[in-house]
């Protein structure tokens, strides 16, 4: 099994920053796709941010490229998600999400270990 907490979520201004972190324990290593995805009320999960497998890329959503980082320390089983620069619409439940054999996507289906979130406002 794996366990995810998500912290460092708020609540702040356009234009703004936040790191969010994700704490993994349990069966997990290098060797799984981790990820950072979103959902505001009444839309569905979307992909934000993920790092493949084994460390061997990143991918981001067209809406946060440019303004949000994803980093992973695999000394401390922690991802992180830098973001900058930030929106209104960019307010949403942020889940970390992990899985030992997704390919590097954005794809909420293929995942099967999440967190239970962490809240991310942004007033205009």
């Known amino acids: 099994q794996v366990q995810l907490v998500e912290s460092g979520g708020g609540s702040v201004q356009a234009g703004g920053s936040l790191r969010l972190s994700c704490a993994a324990t349990?069966?997990?290593?290098?060797?799984?796709?981790m990820g950072w995805f979103r959902q505001a009320p009444g839309k569905e999960r979307e992909g934000v941010a993920a790092?493949?497998?084994?460390?061997?890329?990143?991918i981001y959503a067209g809406s946060v490229r440019g303004r949000f980082t994803i980093s992973k320390d695999n000394a401390k089983n922690t991802l992180y998600l830098q973001m900058n620069s930030l929106k209104p619409e960019d307010t949403a439940m942020y889940y970390c999400a992990a899985d030992p054999t997704a390919r590097l996507s954005l794809n909420p289906d293929e995942i099967n270990y999440w967190g239970q979130g962490t809240q991310v406002t942004v007033s205009s």
């Open positions: 349990g069966y997990i290593n290098r060797g799984y796709y």
């Open positions: 790092i493949a497998r084994y460390g061997a890329g990143t």
